[in-house]
């Protein structure tokens, strides 16, 4: 009874488990009071500083080097007096995390007498000594300098940690050329494309309209186990998730977790974290539990895609910080645990225009309903055309358990809009002729807002299987998975809307200049999309086997892996849509192509020996010792000399053990020979594709032996918390 599974049994029952650190503070009275921004800004700055930082805010365009020197000296300022001793470029290369290089404002005078120090120099650009972030080749060594540069869209936030307090500037890596090295170079770059086209577009509907941005709400899926029980898992510890482990005799099928009441050492967490982002400006609004055991979810108020980025990868880091404070640990793994629903993060995406319009919410005139149908039916259009992007940017080694699994969306791209909605595009498309006929006119006095909010807001006409549904007034993407960053997505929406808003607008405009009036030119454009977008349309189960076949008959693609998901980043229609976007050279998608399947390579690798190690130094002991026992016994029967009757059971257990100890170890020696052969080819992709293929495989194999040991081995010798003591016991 020595072994970590049953101490960390011990220690939930004991005193270190006692509920502590309620978050308690009125979200008023902190909400915000980390970040450099709002009246705050204007309480350091001088007038001509103020106006400098928020035109960069708004416009994105750098602050004047004059200029940057008083916003850096009012930062400090305003830092200093909350106890911050550091600053540090923070920014979100591909490793999936954040990364941070602290540095004090302390530093020697020449004199040899110290000083407190933070210019412009430093906020603006640093050098981080990052050479083994992952680049894809763009920067070889010896050219492997990096560049952080400030995104003043991004407002600066002060990160705490126990005592210590650091001054965290939000910024972009670069290479020393200027390619992008991380998620957030790319998003602003589509975030301007998209505007560009957007405003455009709405030109025809409303002059006054400036400015359009993307919105996003993301909701975070999560488990919360315990933490030592967490620390006596190596998968958990090493992967994120189980790579073994029999299902329990109770998941989720008696669905008593979804929206039940939180069980209260996870309330104290919540509470906490939410308050830690409070303070960082992060409007968490709601919490729920989800619909495994021990999964939950938090969502907040949407945002500009950019600063909801940032919000949730700093939450994200929050969680996992928190979460030790309550000796607990936050899986944010898109499958940490198999026979139970994975986790996901729907990513909630529309456009919001300086006018404070919605494009996604059905307009209540019929000048603004087209607006809405413009807008809505070039988001579909988009999707239809690059699905096989949008389906990369999603895909992972994580996500590839749970894309499928009948508690996900399939890896195929189909758009759900709802009932009313297909009618009205059904409607357009068959009555909208070539020529202007009396229809256009009555298509276009559609009510649609009457109907739409009442039919969507219901949740009843929501098809929760869908990969990518309207809900009432933006688009839910719902196959991101729960670890991920939303930017990559993000961007890759962006920018297929923006390519495709430029399209319809040259398709307006030709028709525009043969005479037609506007109105009946952009209906006409739309209708012409309607068609061509039609098979990319679905309103049935997503979940269900007809669908994947009918998918196929219509020639949607449905990549299940990541190794062959992500080849669309290297397809041309990927190379024009993010080069005639201003989102990507050629240089930088191959990179980041690369990055990707490299990633992929190294998560399944690492899972291997992982799996490798607990089979054979934790099973399988285990397994020899519990045949031992038996051995004894049958033994002992035997000299009793009873008859065969009294030791059969016995035996025959015997037996069986040995099948599964022998299995074990020959797919484990194979799976070895298999990553040999893998690790000696070169090419990155073919490597991919040989641990997707001929790697991973050997993961089930080696799990269902153990599993089955699990059931027969004598459970207080077996080494591993089990799923029914991590899912149930906190
Ligand atoms: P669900 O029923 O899908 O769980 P929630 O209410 O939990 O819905 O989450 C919806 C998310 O969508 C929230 O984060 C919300 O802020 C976000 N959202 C609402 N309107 C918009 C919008 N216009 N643009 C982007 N996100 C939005
Ligand atoms: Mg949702």
């Given at each position: 009874m020595s072994s970590l599974r049953f101490q960390a049994l011990q220690t939930l029952a004991g005193e270190e488990r006692k509920i502590t650190g309620y978050g308690d503070k009125k979200v008023t009275s902190i909400f915000a009071t980390n970040v450099f921004s709002g009246r705050t800004i204007r309480e350091y700055l001088s007038d001509e500083a103020y106006k400098s930082l928020m035109n960069s805010a708004k416009s994105g365009l750098r602050v004047e080097r004059k200029m940057a020197d008083q916003v850096a000296a009012g930062m400090k300022v305003w830092a200093e007096e909350r106890g911050v001793t550091h600053f540090t470029h923070w920014f979100q290369p591909l490793t999936g995390t954040t990364a941070e290089k602290h540095d004090s404002f302390f530093t020697l005078k020449s004199d040899g007498t110290a000083l407190e120090l933070f210019d412009g120099e430093a906020l603006i650009q640093q050098e981080p000594d990052a050479s083994s972030f992952p680049n894809g080749g763009i920067r070889a060594t010896f050219e492997a300098r990096g560049y952080t540069a400030w995104d003043p869209s991004s407002p600066a936030f002060i990160m705490e940690a126990g005592s210590g307090k650091t001054l965290c500037i939000p910024t972009i890596f670069i290479a020393y050329n200027g390619e992008s090295l991380d998620y957030k170079a790319p998003l602003l770059k589509s975030v301007a494309a998209l505007n560009k086209a957007a405003v455009d577009v709405c030109h025809y509907f409303d002059k006054n309209i400036n400015k359009v941005t993307a919105t996003l709400g993301w909701e975070q899926e999560y488990f919360v186990i315990d933490e030592a029980l967490a620390n006596a898992r190596p998968d958990l510890l090493m992967c994120g998730r189980t790579l073994l482990g029999h299902s329990p005799a109770k998941g989720q099928q008696l669905e008593d977790h979804y929206f039940g009441s939180?069980?209260?050492?996870?309330?104290?967490?919540?509470?906490?974290?939410?308050?830690?982002?409070?303070?960082?400006?992060?409007?968490?609004?709601?919490?729920?539990?989800?619909?495994?055991?021990?999964?939950?979810?938090?969502?907040?108020?949407?945002?500009?895609?950019?600063?909801?980025?940032?919000?949730?990868?700093?939450?994200?880091?929050?969680?996992?910080?928190?979460a030790k404070r309550h000796k607990l640990k936050a899986l944010l793994h898109e499958k940490p645990f198999a026979g139970v629903n994975g986790s996901g993060k729907h990513n909630n995406w529309s456009m919001a225009t300086d006018t404070g319009i919605n494009l996604l919410s059905p307009g209540k005139t019929p000048r603004t309903n087209l607006m809405f149908l413009t807008f809505f039916v070039n988001t579909i259009k988009a999707v239809h055309d690059y699905a096989d992007l949008l389906r990369a940017s999603i895909a992972s080694a994580n996500?590839?358990?749970?894309?499928?699994?009948?508690?996900?969306?399939?890896?195929?791209?189909?758009?759900?809009?709802?009932?009313?909605?297909?009618?009205?595009?059904?409607?357009?498309?068959?009555?909208?002729?070539?020529?202007?006929?009396?229809?256009?006119?009555?298509?276009?006095?559609?009510?649609?807002?009457?109907?739409?909010?009442?039919?969507?807001?219901?949740?009843?006409?929501?098809?929760?299987?869908?990969?990518?549904?309207?809900?009432?007034?933006?688009?839910?993407?719902?196959?991101?998975?729960?670890?991920?960053?939303?930017?990559?997505?993000?961007?890759?929406?962006?920018?297929?809307?923006?390519?495709?808003?430029?399209?319809?607008?040259?398709?307006?405009?030709?028709?525009?200049?043969?005479?037609?009036?506007?109105?009946?030119?952009?209906?006409?454009?739309?209708?012409?999309?309607?068609?061509?977008?039609?098979?990319?349309?679905?309103?049935?189960?997503?979940?269900?086997?007809?669908?994947?076949?009918?998918?196929?008959?219509?020639?949607?693609?449905?990549?299940?892996?990541?190794?062959?998901?992500?080849?669309?980043?290297?397809?041309?229609?990927?190379?024009?849509?993010?080069?005639?976007?201003?989102?990507?050279?050629?240089?930088?998608?191959?990179?980041?192509?690369?990055?990707?399947?490299?990633?992929?390579?190294?998560?399944?690798?690492?899972?291997?020996?992982?799996?490798?190690?607990?089979?054979?130094?934790?099973?399988?002991?285990?397994?020899?010792?519990?045949?031992?026992?038996?051995?004894?016994?049958?033994?002992?029967?035997?000299?009793?000399?009873?008859?065969?009757?009294?030791?059969?059971?016995?035996?025959?257990?015997?037996?069986?053990?040995?099948?599964?100890?022998?299995?074990?170890?020959?797919?484990?020696?194979?799976?070895?020979?298999?990553?040999?052969?893998?690790?000696?080819?070169?090419?990155?992709?073919?490597?991919?594709?040989?641990?997707?293929?001929?790697?991973?495989?050997?993961?089930?194999?080696?799990?269902?032996?153990?599993?089955?040991?699990?059931?027969?081995?004598?459970?207080?010798?077996?080494?591993?918390?089990?799923?029914?003591?991590?899912?149930?016991?906190?």
């Open positions: 939180i069980p209260e050492r996870v309330f104290a967490f919540m509470q906490d974290f939410e308050q830690e982002a409070y303070k960082l400006g992060i409007p968490l609004h709601t919490r729920h539990n989800e619909v495994a055991p021990s999964q939950f979810e938090c969502a907040p108020i949407f945002e500009e895609v950019n600063i909801a980025v940032d919000h949730n990868t700093l939450l994200m880091d929050i969680m996992n910080k928190v996500n590839d358990h749970r894309l499928g699994a009948n508690e996900a969306p399939p890896a195929i791209i189909s758009v759900y809009v709802g009932k009313y909605l297909s009618e009205v595009l059904d409607e357009v498309e068959t009555r909208v002729k070539e020529k202007f006929t009396e229809q256009d006119e009555v298509i276009l006095k559609l009510d649609i807002h009457k109907q739409i909010p009442e039919l969507l807001m219901d949740n009843t006409d929501r098809n929760r299987t869908s990969p990518f549904a309207f809900t009432g007034n933006k688009f839910e993407f719902r196959a991101v998975g729960s670890s991920a960053n939303c930017a990559s997505p993000m961007l890759v929406l962006n920018t297929i809307v923006s390519e495709t808003l430029k399209q319809f607008k040259i398709d307006v405009d030709a028709l525009i200049d043969k005479g037609e009036r506007k109105e009946i030119a952009i209906l006409q454009i739309l209708r012409n999309y309607i068609s061509d977008s039609k098979k990319i349309r679905f309103e049935g189960d997503n979940y269900s086997e007809e669908w994947a076949e009918e998918a196929k008959r219509r020639g949607l693609n449905n990549f299940k892996t990541t190794p062959e998901a992500l080849d669309a980043y290297s397809s041309e229609k990927a190379k024009y849509v993010f080069l005639n976007n201003g989102i990507f050279s050629k240089r930088e998608l191959d990179a980041r192509h690369e990055i990707m399947l490299e990633e992929y390579v190294k998560k399944v690798q690492i899972e291997a020996r992982v799996l490798g190690y607990i089979a054979t130094n934790h099973i399988l002991p285990a397994a020899i010792n519990y045949q031992n026992v038996l051995i004894q016994n049958v033994k002992g029967l035997k000299d009793l000399h009873l008859s065969e009757y009294a030791y059969k059971a016995q035996l025959n257990m015997v037996e069986v053990i040995s099948g599964h100890i022998q299995s074990i170890n020959n797919n484990v020696e194979a799976m070895i020979e298999a990553r040999k052969i893998a690790n000696r080819i070169v090419d990155v992709h073919k490597r991919a594709l040989q641990y997707c293929h001929s790697i991973k495989p050997y993961f089930d194999k080696i799990r269902y032996n153990a599993d089955k040991l699990e059931l027969i081995v004598d459970d207080s010798q077996w080494p591993l918390p089990k799923y029914r003591e991590l899912l149930f016991m906190r």
